[in-house]
């Protein structure tokens, strides 16, 4: 398929995206002098705004490639799950699948930016997984979506604030199969050997370093190739997709990998990138593309908006661009 007719078939699908919501603040400002207390930057601020993050980011970059987004998490009952309640009606997404519990939080990022620099970044969250309670309960709220809205394929999306329990996984992972429904996974570190017989594993360098506990120089394919056959013997997933950084893309399916460089960019932020090649990846296994096409999309696509500010999604013209210039639409 050319890339427009991929693009264009990205618009036919859904997915429903299960894990950990968050809204990324910013202050934008500028500074101009040092404060007298203490030997840190005073930062003006000029500006405020407030953006979808985490899970809610994959379901935006879902979103922006024509895709229909059903996001399943867990927030508190507090004036900033209000906030983000309106920004998720204000950016169309539904919020039925967002569960209110008084007894979480709900995780706000604040990074506060002078010019393109960050200064710093401020975190309010509880990361503690729900309680086995809670867990049923949130459980049964996510198969019921899983049923109404029959998926062509699901994300768990894991920052490690606690949405993605064991149970949860395990049972999603059973119901979504159970209906011929492939699942993708963002792991993090706490969860990361319970997504078992996931149909696509994406975690980064860093991550699969942390989750098998071995030396992984960046660069070593070699290695590279021992630790994602480690991995796959732990996890029995179909597809690998690690995420390199400056080194590119590796994926391995059934005997088969790529290896992708990474595409000389401009870079201003990595903030959200992972988010944006999950999504990528998610929509190219509902389509059953081959893997150098996956890899080639998700690789594409997780370069070009780290030459943005902040946690943006993909711009789906700019994609497009790209794609053809690199004749994506056919796989190596």
């Known amino acids: 398929m050319r890339p427009k007719e ?20 910013y202050l934008w400002g500028r500074v101009e002098r040092i404060s007298p207390e203490a030997p840190v ?17 994959v379901a935006l970059n879902l979103r922006a490639l024509g895709a229909n987004a059903v996001v399943a998490s867990a927030t508190g009952n507090d004036p900033q799950a209000n906030d983000l309640h309106r920004i998720f009606s204000d950016e169309g997404l539904a919020t039925a699948g967002l569960l209110r519990m008084d007894s979480r939080t709900t995780t706000v990022k604040t990074r506060v930016i002078s010019g393109s620099q960050h200064v710093v970044r401020v975190d309010e969250e509880m990361d503690a997984d729900l309680p086995p309670a809670l867990e049923e309960q949130f459980l049964h709220h996510a198969i019921a979506l899983l049923r109404s ?32 429904i492939p699942v993708a996974v963002d792991p993090k570190r706490r969860h ?22 071995v030396d992984l120089p960046a660069g070593n394919l070699d290695l590279l190739r021992g630790a994602v056959r480690m ?14 950084s400056e080194h590119g893309i590796y994926a391995h399916r059934h005997g088969e990998e790529a290896v992708l460089p990474a595409h000389h960019r401009t870079i201003a932020d990595v903030s959200g990138a992972g988010d944006t090649v999950i999504a990528v990846a998610a929509l190219c296994l509902a389509l059953g593309l081959p893997l150098p096409q996956l890899a080639a999309w998700a690789n594409l696509a997780g370069g070009l908006v780290c030459e943005h500010v ?5 711009n789906p013209k700019a994609l497009l661009a790209e794609a053809e210039r690199l004749h994506l639409g056919q796989a190596r």
């Not at 017989?197 to 506990?213: C, I, Q, V, W």
């Open 41 to 57: 930057p005073v930062v003006q601020v000029t500006r405020r705004s407030a953006r979808l993050g985490g899970a809610a980011n």
């Open 6 to 25: 991929i693009l264009d078939r990205f618009a036919g699908l859904t997915a429903l995206v299960v894990g950990d919501v968050m809204l990324d603040a």
């Open 231 to 244: 991995l796959e013997a732990r996890l029995a997933n179909s597809t690998s997709l690690i995420t390199l």
């Open 149 to 180: 809205t029959s998926p062509h394929v699901v994300v768990f999306e894991d920052y490690d604030k606690g949405v993605l329990t064991p149970g949860v996984i395990a049972g999603l992972t059973a119901e979504a199969h159970r209906m011929g």
């Open 310 to 314: 902040g946690v943006v999604p993909v």
């Open 192 to 213: 990361f050997f319970d997504y078992r017989e996931a149909d696509l594993f994406k975690p980064n360098l860093k991550e699969l370093r942390d989750g098998l506990k």
